[in-house]
């Protein structure tokens, strides 16, 4: 249920198929509109022998797809009222997620992350440090172009998977009852309101099956400057170790931006320290990481102006952490898009603080914003555009040497972009195009 085109379903279809599955494969999305998902799995199955045809229901699900199955295989994102799931359920057809699943059948060591925001950052980290053990270690979860479960044929009892999660994906862990060993928790803001229909709770319900079944042999991971951890602690059953950006060595030479990282950081290394990883080797690690790429990401200099891409900012609190890390009132700044029912007072002043100009990608988030900046008095340039090659040749007429053009969008990517990576990549390439 939910092919999708980033990957992760393309790569599940084909572990399944391998394995010899009959499969019905539904998705809300049209044939055309899946068109290269579809190409890609038709020429994986092609001379295979040993491979059943693949029905394709497309452009909607059906009832009657969801009761005689052996089982769903539900991907991150369906609704959490999905009458399609519920009519599996009641028919008493297991509900299964990638993640959790290949949680529950492999024997390997896990580390999780979650959190509101940082998760890519704190796992890249952990997975570089994990390495450093001798052990193999692998990397998995809410990664593009990527699913987890066909790890299962790889990994072995002593390796560890570092494996980054989100709250949708975290609906499968509560399902089995299981939670990793090592949980990782960066922090908890608003986010996915549109989804969780403005219920904070139901947002830090998901959130919670990363610790909820640990044991006390376990370890949970924990922000000290995040009031949401304080109240995670308070529940935990496994040791609850705690991080801040303090534990950073300022004298330690860093390549990414911001006080944000820091704290990412501090995560990775309390990890490191329950593996027994010499601080030595955490800190040369640290030093050679330079930003993952769609976060905080340098991307080039031309004519004095620099450009950085950050389209994984979906939220306010990750344009304010952008914009504070690059500091200077010396920004212009690409955001705007499709909302998530968050909330930009708190982003507004500090646009006006950091951003001499502001460019708006149109989609449903974009007036909201805007009637912020009007609240705070946002005098300088503010342009609405409708696409990122307008948005980036609108940045570089306000940029002058020495600036920086920063895309933080701190909104969904949906409607003019099929999603966050897409956002990204046309802003790569707008960018690659100046001469």
Not at 19 to 30: C, E, N, Q, W, Y
Not at 108 to 118: A, N
Request: charge should be positive; glycine fraction near 8%; aromatic fraction near 8%.
């Amino acid at each position: 249920m939910g092919l999708g085109l980033l990957g992760r379903g393309i790569g599940i279809v084909k572990y399944l198929a391998g394995k010899g599955a009959r499969l019905t494969v539904t998705d809300l999305k049209s044939a055309k509109d899946l068109a290269s998902s579809i190409r890609e799995i038709k020429n994986f199955l092609k001379n295979k022998k040993w491979a059943h045809p693949i029905k394709f229901i497309l452009g909607k699900h059906r009832p009657e797809d969801f009761k005689n199955v052996d089982m769903v295989f539900k991907a991150a994102g369906v609704p959490l009222d999905s009458p399609f799931i519920a009519e599996a359920k009641k028919n008493g057809v297991p509900i299964f997620m990638d993640d959790a699943l290949f949680a529950r059948e492999a024997e390997c060591k896990i580390i999780g992350i979650t959190g509101t925001r940082g998760k890519t950052t704190t796992s890249n980290l952990i997975y570089e440090i994990t390495k450093t053990t001798g052990k193999k270690t692998y990397f998995g979860g809410n990664v593009r172009g990527m699913a987890t479960l066909p790890l299962l044929e790889k990994v072995k009892k002593n390796d560890f998977v570092v494996l980054e999660l989100s709250s949708w994906q975290l609906q499968g862990w509560r399902d089995l009852g299981i939670s990793p060993r090592i949980s990782v928790v960066t922090n908890i803001y608003p986010d996915h309101q549109n989804y969780y229909k403005n219920s904070m709770a139901k947002y830090v319900h998901d959130k919670e099956a990363i610790f909820t079944n640990q044991t006390k042999n376990d370890f949970l991971v924990l922000n000290k400057n995040c009031a949401w951890c304080r109240k995670f602690a308070k529940k935990a059953k496994g040791k609850v170790i705690w991080f801040s950006a303090g534990d950073v060595p300022r004298e330690w030479n860093l390549k990414i931006l911001g006080e944000h990282n820091l704290e990412n950081i501090a995560a990775a290394m309390a990890v490191g320290k329950i593996l027994d990883i010499p601080a030595v080797k955490i800190k040369k690690i640290v030093e050679n990481l330079g930003a993952v790429p769609g976060r905080l990401e340098f991307v080039r200099e031309i004519g004095g102006v620099k450009y950085y891409n950050d389209t994984t900012s979906t939220m306010p609190e990750a344009t304010i952490a952008a914009l504070r890390a690059i500091g200077g009132k010396k920004n212009i700044l690409i955001c705007g898009g499709a909302d998530k029912n968050l909330n930009f007072k708190n982003l507004a002043p500090v646009i006006k603080k950091y951003a001499k100009a502001v460019v708006l990608l149109s989609g449903t988030a974009t007036p909201k914003l805007q009637k912020q900046l009007l609240i705070t008095n946002y005098q300088l340039p503010i342009t609405v555009v409708r696409s990122m090659s307008e948005a980036v040749k609108t940045a570089r007429k306000f940029a002058a040497r020495g600036d920086v053009v920063l895309l933080s969008p701190s909104a969904a990517s949906f409607g003019m972009f099929k999603n966050e990576f897409e956002r990204g990549d046309k802003f790569l390439k707008e960018v690659k195009k100046i001469k």
